[in-house]
């Protein structure tokens, strides 16, 4: 009696080797796809920040009125001077339904009264964005006291907000608000020394983040050594250790295009790094994303577009 291996293998035997040689070739592409690897998740590509710099003078302008041409310009990175009511400031993040980082820290956390006293005046920066904030912490760049008008005595707390941001793609840049002090030409060495070592600091201290796409923005009470001649630092060493004006790289002809931002100086900036490329820039004079322009403050706010690469996971 045959066993039911060896009946089995005699029906195959009768089976025409023409169909034999079909069945194969029909199965082989399904046992080979069978062994192809899942598909492996891409990484995020380049893509667009759109940025808005503004001294808004101790918050002249109404918080509605800011907020109308944040969304008109479109701003995803907005950095904010002289904003100095806390009220306000955890309204704009509300009513744009933006993350806050107000003076290195969220408008939610507690704070001290005097965590950025300035000898009596108090002058946080703050960071507006629509992207998550992975980490953020204030920067006290100041390494000179020597002016008049402040008490030594007294903490000087004149640097800006740091924060490492993570985009809805995944990729991470970091961007610093900052306002250095004011007063003096470029021929008063005294106050061009000062503003020279706040930027020194700052450029310290995103040395470990030199690998991301960076911005440094705000009010830099300095001109342009790019605009006019003269002592004027602050500029020159950024542009030496690889930032670039944004305003003034999309618009190279300084007289035909000033940009002046608070009376007849260019002192607000946006600078990047080699990991952004430039793509537009424009001062917001009136009538510009629906702005009265000095009505509301006594500077012009810059704003710009940058393509950043792409850059993610941690780094610091």
């Known amino acids: 009696m045959k066993s039911r291996f060896t009946r089995t293998l005699l029906s195959i035997r009768q ?38 710099s503004y001294n808004i003078h101790m918050w002249q302008i109404e918080v509605g009125d800011l907020a109308a041409i944040i969304r008109e310009s479109g701003a995803d990175i907005v950095g904010l001077n002289e904003a100095w009511n806390e009220k306000h400031n955890e309204a704009i993040a509300r009513e744009l339904g933006y993350n806050a980082v107000y003076g290195g820290r ?22 507006l964005t629509k992207h998550k904030v992975i980490h ?44 250095l002090h004011p007063w003096g030409d470029g021929d008063d060495e005294r106050m061009t020394s000062m503003r020279l070592k706040e930027i020194e600091g700052i450029q310290k201290k995103l040395e470990p983040y030199r690998g991301l796409p960076t911005l440094i923005i705000g009010d830099f009470n300095t001109r342009s050594h790019l ?18 004006d944004l305003y003034r790289t999309t618009h190279p002809d300084q007289t035909s295009d000033p940009g002046l931002t608070c009376g007849d100086g260019r002192i607000d900036y946006v600078f990047y790094n080699g990991h952004c490329s430039p793509v537009s820039s424009q001062v917001v004079n009136q009538g ?23 850059v993610t996971g941690p780094t610091e």
């Not at 796809?33 to 667009?48: K, L, M, V």
């Not at 408008?107 to 000898?119: D, F, V």
Request: with cysteine; net charge negative.
């Open 227 to 244: 605009d006019v001649q003269g002592g004027w630092k602050v500029t020159k060493f950024l542009e030496s250790h690889g930032y670039n």
């Open 15 to 52: 089976i025409p080797i023409a169909l034999l040689l079909t069945c194969v070739s029909v199965l082989l592409p399904i046992a080979v796809c069978a062994e192809e690897p899942a598909e492996s998740h891409t990484q995020p590509s380049s893509e667009t920040v759109n940025v808005l």
């Open 106 to 127: 969220s408008p939610a956390e507690e704070h001290p009264a005097k965590a950025h006293t300035i000898n009596g005046f108090y002058m946080p920066q703050v960071l």
């Open 136 to 179: 953020s912490e204030v920067f006290n760049a100041l390494a000179a006291k020597e002016h008049e008008r402040f008490d030594p005595e007294l903490p000087i707390n004149r640097g800006g907000t740091i924060a490492l941001l993570e985009t809805a793609k995944g990729n991470r840049l970091v961007v610093f608000v900052l306002h």
């Open 288 to 310: 510009v994303f629906g702005s009265l322009g000095y009505e509301q403050s006594d500077h012009l706010a810059v704003s710009g577009v940058l393509e950043i690469e792409s």
